[in-house]
């Protein structure tokens, strides 16, 4: 009871302090009252509205910091709100709940609002500083714009520098790029006019080569020497130049005021000359100048970008000049050797046609003249065997000498042609030596005694009886020479003189290239005849075995020689391998002519050439393969009994085997051949044949091993070779064939069928 | 020897027969020629052990194509061995159709297998009729005293 009268004590005390408590009692403030109660309210409204709105706009944008402060906000004015609305309650009589309600209300919207009020002290600084961000990033905005800007313009710059030097590039041609340059700088950089000025021939003057606007200017010249001029090609960056200067006054002056014109050198560089920057001297380039005019009616200047892009196109047309230049230069050279080839060709085919019709005249000439002179000779030769009267005899005889003459000029020429082209060959063949000589000197004995002459004859004691060579050409040849030092040799000797060469009389000095290379088959001859007499000039030497060469001396005596006679001699030395010259120590003072020639020696030498018989004479057939050792493995019976067979009929000794394993097993030295028929399928009979050739090795008792195959199979003919069969034998084989074969294999040791 | 005579006539127009049809070729002319006096029964033996070899053979092959899964190898090599023996006898026909044989073979095609066996088999039996009737001339001109005509 005390304690509920306590608690009305305090309630009507906080009534009391209440401010919003009106005094119930004073019925004029009735109007007041409203007011003030629909004041709460639309307060209250206001209040609760707020912190909505505020959350509303909030959630909307997506970035704002202070989301705290937002609520701390929102629960102060919340409670304000919710304080004025409880108001409404305490107009009137009103229970103690509401009391405690109202109470509750105001001290949560105190403490709210004094936390409130200590967080806006730190939050205003930051607030207020937000804003300087703001107009600081839109400054710093501001300035990336212009250099993105200026980027822009450079890449954009860049951009036509490459589109430019495209075009400029894309063309060899020397006109198409100048005026292409022109024509694109002219679009790029929207130009008045562009105009290029050339160098003259004399390099004194500069010549308007190229302009944009007219397609085929004026000849207009200036001199080189212009100051403007200096200037500009003085250095390698764009220059502005007057318009009113020589070079610049390329139109017709109009109303207008001309615009900027700059000027830039371009290079003209030489082939070899490509580093523009390493320039040592002014003096010895040429340049072209180009100059830039922008459009007279405008208020247009030239940009640094503008600029740079000049000189950037500037180089590359001189680089672009320069490949043009190479390009021209490599089409002429071109051009010529085609006409070279050309001519060459023609020439080659009228030698060729030359050739052809100089060896069917000489084909038809060899018979026809021939048989002419045989009927000559051999009739007059006759003729001079009947009786007749010595004026005839005289006459008979000087046709018959000049038929000879002439016959052995045919001869000579004939010889000749056919030693030039290669196509003689020597008849090699197994001779008397001794004899040769023997016989050369008998021809030669007669005329020589006629003129008073000695001929001795000296052949070395290990000079072989018996050699190898062409005998008749080596007759030919002693004959020619030994011929030569009779006729010209009024009196005195003439000495043969015949030996084996050894290596230091091998070389000659005056034919380094001579080196001969003596084997165990052959020997060199070296053969000399030493003359007395009228020798030769020492200038002579050399035109000798020339063709059709006479020297002076000799051709004042009747020699009646052809002059091909040494010329043959050389060339049918040469065949053998062999060397010839003349030594003389001048006019009057004789000669001695010297020849070494290669022959084989007989006995010691194998045939070199292995002469291929396709077809074998009857001589082989007789050869007897009785008793031969040979085995035969094929893994088909009745094959084997019939291949047995046929061996068997030929006389050979057979055995038989049906495999692989059996065959090495049975296989031994004595056995000359194997017959292996590789038709079996698998691999197996390559196999023997490398086995027989591993344990038999390579030296003559190796059985030799032939395949039998009824396909002809190229590849098996290259697997049989391949293991190192000596032959491949296409089934099915004929008693004869069987022969054949085996003839051929004990004769060379190979057969191949083809 | 008139016997003779008829025999040996009869004989050559029997070979003759059979080199035009096509049965022998000229192997079997070599054969011929191989026999001698060092050898005087060859072409007998060659021709007997022609029929031993080519009986196993198909006897081999009629098995091995009777197999469920048919061994396609196997058969190749025995047909293989047949188109040999044949070719070494000079059997042209027998060789010929063991060629079809062995296509038939590689393209695994069974049914023309069985049919070409069959071919095989045929021509087989016909040479062989031939050939044994052939060899009872010689036998009996051989025993009439007189010599085998030579057809070279």
Redesign the interface.
């Known amino acids: 009871m005390g304690s509920l009268l306590r608690m009305n004590r305090l309630l009507s005390s906080i009534v009391d302090s209440c401010n919003c408590i009106i005094d119930p009692q004073l019925p004029a403030d009735d109007l007041l009252m409203k007011y003030q109660y629909i004041s709460d309210f639309f307060i209250a409204l206001a209040y609760f509205s707020i912190p909505v709105e505020l959350i509303y706009f909030v959630k909307k944008s997506a970035v704002f910091p202070y989301r705290w402060v937002l609520v701390q906000f929102g629960a102060f004015i919340v409670l304000c709100g919710a304080t004025h609305l409880i108001n409404l309650w305490t107009f009137n009589m009103h229970t103690r709940n509401v009391a405690v309600v109202m109470t509750t209300a105001k001290v949560l919207t105190a403490l709210v609002s004094c936390i409130t009020a200590l967080m806006l002290v730190h939050i205003i600084p930051d607030l207020l500083s937000v804003k300087t961000r703001e107009l600081f990033l839109k400054k710093k905005a501001a300035q990336l714009d212009r250099e993105m800007g200026i980027i822009r313009t450079q890449e954009e710059t860049g951009r036509h520098v490459r589109m430019l030097t495209h075009e400029i590039r894309s063309t060899l041609d020397r006109h198409t790029i100048l005026k292409t340059t022109l024509v694109e700088l002219g679009r790029t950089l929207a130009l008045e006019e562009c105009a290029l000025w050339m160098p003259t021939r004399t390099g004194l003057e500069l010549q308007l080569s190229y302009t944009l606007r007219h397609q085929n200017p004026v000849g207009l010249t200036v001199p080189i020497q212009l100051p403007v001029i200096n200037q500009v090609f003085g250095t390698n960056r764009v220059v502005k130049i007057s318009p009113n200067s020589p070079v610049a006054r390329l139109r017709p002056t109009g109303k207008y005021m001309p615009g900027e014109v700059v000027a830039v050198r371009v290079p003209l560089l030489h082939l070899s000359n490509f580093q523009i920057n390493d320039w040592p001297e002014l003096s010895t380039k040429r340049y072209a100048l180009m100059v830039l005019m922008l459009p007279s009616d405008s208020a247009r200047q030239w940009h640094v970008h503008e600029l740079e892009l000049v000189e950037v196109v500037a180089d590359q047309v001189a680089v672009a000049l320069s490949h043009a230049a190479i390009l021209e230069e490599s089409m002429r050279a071109r051009d010529l050797l085609m006409e070279q080839n050309v001519a060459l060709d023609l020439a080659r085919r009228e030698a060729e046609m030359a050739v052809r019709a100089r060896n069917d005249f000489l084909a038809v000439m060899n018979h026809e003249m021939r048989t002419p002179m045989h009927a000559i000779i051999a009739l007059s030769s006759l003729l001079q065997e009947t009786d007749l009267t010595p004026e005839q005899r005289l006459m008979v005889e000087t046709i018959l000498k000049s038929s000879n003459l002439l016959a052995t000029l045919i001869n000579d020429v004939l010889d000749l042609s056919r030693l030039e082209d290669g196509s003689l060959q020597l008849d090699i063949d197994t001779f008397n030596l001794h004899d040769l000589f023997r016989e050369v000197l008998s021809l030669i004995k007669p005329i020589a005694s006629v003129k008073k002459l000695f001929v001795t004859l000296s052949l070395s004691s290990d000079l072989p009886e018996y050699v190898i060579g062409d005998e008749k050409r080596l007759m030919q040849i002693l004959l020619n020479v030994v011929g030569n030092a009779v006729k010209f040799s009024k009196e005195g000797s003439v000495s043969i003189s015949a030996f084996v060469a050894k290596s230091d009389s091998l070389r000659d000095p005056r034919a380094p290239e001579f080196f001969a290379v003596p084997s165990e088959n052959h020997f060199y001859l070296r053969v000399q005849i030493k003359d007395t007499g009228i020798g030769i000039n020492p200038q002579d030497i050399p035109n000798l075995f020339s063709k059709f060469t006479q020297s002076q001396a000799l051709a004042t005596t009747n020699s009646g020689g052809t002059g091909l006679g040494l010329a043959i001699c050389k060339r049918f030395v040469n065949l053998m391998e062999g060397h010839i010259w003349i030594e003389s120590e001048g006019l009057g003072k004789g000669s001695t002519a010297i020849f070494i020639i290669k022959l084989g020696i007989p006995g010691r030498a194998n045939e070199s050439k292995l002469r291929f018989v396709s077809k074998l004479s009857e001589n082989h057939m007789q050869m007897s393969f009785q008793g031969l050792k040979v085995l035969v493995m094929d893994?088909?019976?009745?094959?084997r009994?019939?291949t047995k067979?046929?061996l068997?009929?030929l006389g050979c000794d057979v055995t038989t085997v049906g495999s692989r394993d059996e065959c090495l097993r049975v296989v031994t030295q004595e056995h000359k051949v194997v017959f292996m028929d590789v038709?079996m399928?698998g691999i197996d009979c390559y196999e023997v044949a490398v086995v027989i050739h591993e344990r038999f090795g390579k030296h003559q008792g190796r059985p030799l091993i032939v395949a039998l195959t009824?396909n002809t199979d190229r590849v098996i003919k290259e697997n049989c070779m391949r293991v190192g069969m000596d032959g491949v034998i296409l089934?099915?084989?004929?008693?004869d064939k069987m022969r054949s074969v085996l003839s051929e294999l004990l004769e060379h040791g190979v057969v191949l069928e083809s | 020897m008139e016997i003779v005579a008829k025999l040996q006539k009869q004989f050559m127009e029997f070979i003759s027969a059979l080199y035009r049809e096509g049965f022998l070729d000229d192997q079997f002319l070599q054969l011929q020629k191989l026999q001698d006096e060092s050898n005087p029964d060859f072409v007998f033996e060659v021709v007997s052990l022609f029929f031993e070899d080519s009986e196993k053979l198909i006897n081999n092959l009629a098995a091995a194509l009777q197999q469920p899964v048919v061994d396609f190898k196997q058969v190749d090599s025995h047909v293989h061995q047949f188109k040999g023996s044949s070719s070494s006898i000079g059997a042209q026909r027998v060789k010929n159709a063991c060629m079809a044989f062995k296509s038939f073979c590689e393209e695994k095609k069974i049914e023309g297998c069985m049919q070409c066996l069959q071919h095989v088999k045929h021509e087989y039996f016909l040479v062989k009729n031939k050939l044994e009737t052939l060899l009872r001339l010689e036998q009996q001109i051989l025993a009439a005293g007189g010599r085998i005509p030579d057809l070279s």
Do not use: A, F
């Open positions: 893994d088909n019976g009745v094959s009994m019939v067979g046929l068997t009929h038709s399928p009824g089934k099915p084989v004929s008693v």
